[in-house]
């Protein structure tokens, strides 16, 4: 099993310790790990600030390693929060540039300056609503290209019950575009089983995008728990599998050292 989404008390939304998550892992059997943890300019969020220590991350990281790296496969990852300001843009840009890391996911937790977990729920049109979000993250990666897999794609829907078994109308040219641009460009996307914790009970994306990313030649993805706490690493892992076998994937994916390694699912 492998789970390349993960955060730990270096991300501000988790105080869970390194050691608790990895010997979890471990006692499920998990044969790869990686810590993504948050990296976000200017998230808009009155306590979340998303600002990695990186210094103490990579002390802690590499401790880590050296207690249990004979017993699974550790990486260090960031979770670069996007959003298509100028200056967010930027300072993304130069901080993926100035850092290293194993593994970089780009998420879009935001949508036009603000963040989705805190707007309101009452959105109307669905369908307009995934247009705007799929278009800022293409803006996004039409300036910046540091990073490798794309970020639970459809976020929308874990917070948005409405946005739940939504089918894409129009929004499907728009993502369409994304992920022909993404595919271009030699990066993936992942598959995230922590929307099955929420509500909407969805892994994102759901396997109507998973199916349509597969068509257009996708073939890199990865498998995340976007854990917060170790009792959900390694979580739903079976699903995920089984739902890329469904979309007629063969192979999952992993890196080491932002190089890409394929492992065929069954």
Do not use: W
């Not at 991300?11 to 998990?30: H, L, P, Q, Y």
């Not at 017993?71 to 200056?87: F, P, S, T």
């Not at 039409?142 to 894409?168: E, M, N």
């Amino acid at each position: 099993m492998f789970d390349y989404h993960i955060h730990s008390e270096f991300s501000d939304d988790s105080t869970e310790k390194m050691s608790n998550i990895v010997e979890e892992a471990i006692k499920k059997g998990g044969k790869k790990l990686c810590f993504t943890e948050h990296m976000e300019f200017n998230y808009p969020h009155e306590e979340l600030k998303f600002e990695l220590n990186y210094d103490e991350y990579k002390k802690e990281f590499e401790r880590i390693k050296s207690i249990y790296g004979e017993r699974i496969d550790l990486y260090m990852g960031v979770e670069m929060g996007i959003q298509a300001g100028k200056r967010e843009i930027e300072e993304t840009i130069k901080y993926a540039d100035s850092h290293e890391f194993d593994f970089i996911i780009a998420s879009a937790h935001c949508l036009e300056g603000e963040d989705l977990y805190s707007m309101s729920s009452d959105t109307k049109n669905i369908d307009e609503f995934f247009i705007r979000y799929f278009y800022e993250m293409l803006n996004v990666f039409k300036h910046y290209s540091d990073y490798d897999v794309v970020g639970h794609i459809d976020l929308i829907r874990r917070y948005f019950l409405q946005a739940q078994d939504h089918k894409l109308g129009k929004s499907q040219d728009v993502l369409r575009e994304l992920l022909c641009h993404v595919i271009n460009s030699d990066k993936g996307i992942e598959i995230n089983t922590g929307g099955l914790f929420y509500k909407s009970a969805n892994i994102n994306p759901t396997l109507d995008i998973l199916k349509l990313y597969k068509e257009m030649g996708g073939e890199i993805i990865t498998i995340g728990s976007d854990a917060h706490i170790a009792e959900r690493v390694m979580s739903n892992y079976s699903k995920a599998i089984e739902a890329l076998d469904t979309a007629g994937f063969k192979y999952v994916t992993t890196y080491s050292q932002r190089k890409k390694e394929f492992h065929k699912i069954k």
